[in-house]
Nanobody, 121 residues
Framework: QVQLVESGGGLVQAGGSLRLSCGVS????????MAWYRQPPEKQRDMVAT???????EYADSVKGRFTISRDYAKNTVYLQMNSLKPEDTGVYYC???????????????WGQGTLVTVSS
C-alpha cells in the first residue's frame, strides 16, 4: 500500500503565501513524477505543477512566476510554495505521485485526500 498525506492548506489574504506539503509512504521502491492539481469550486481538476524524478518542472500558465514545486527525495515529499496568491487560486489542492511499489514490483499512481486553500480578496 502506498499513501499520500497532504498538509498546509488554509485561509490567506490576497497577496499572501502558503506552502503545501505532500508526503508519500508505504511499500515504495521508486517515486517518479509528482504533481499538484487543484479543483476550484464547481470546476474541473487541473494540473498546477509537476516535477519529474530528475527535477524537471512544469507549471500551469496561471501560476508561473508565483508558485514553485520542489521535492525532498530523502523524505519522499513534494512541496508547493505559493506566493502572491490570488482569489482565483482558491480550491482544493491534490497531490499525485507515480512510481513503483513492492513486493510485486508494480507501478502505482496515488492521490492525496486534498487540502483546501482559500484566498480572500
Amino acid at each position: 500500500q502506498v499513501q499520500l498525506v497532504e498538509s498546509g492548506g488554509g485561509l490567506v489574504q490576497a497577496g499572501g503565501s502558503l506552502r503545501l506539503s505532500c508526503g508519500v509512504s508505504g511499500n515504495i521502491i521508486r517515486i517518479n513524477d509528482m504533481a499538484w492539481y487543484r479543483q476550484p469550486p464547481e470546476k474541473q481538476r487541473d494540473m498546477v505543477a509537476t516535477i519529474t524524478r530528475a527535477g524537471s518542472t512544469e507549471y500551469a500558465d496561471s501560476v508561473k512566476g508565483r508558485f514553485t514545486i520542489s521535492r525532498d527525495y530523502a523524505k519522499n515529499t513534494v512541496y508547493l510554495q505559493m506566493n502572491s496568491l490570488k482569489p482565483e487560486d482558491t480550491g482544493v489542492y491534490y497531490c499525485r505521485a507515480e512510481g513503483t511499489s513492492w513486493p510485486l514490483v508494480r507501478s502505482f499512481e496515488v492521490w492525496g485526500q486534498g487540502t483546501l486553500v482559500t484566498v480572500s480578496s
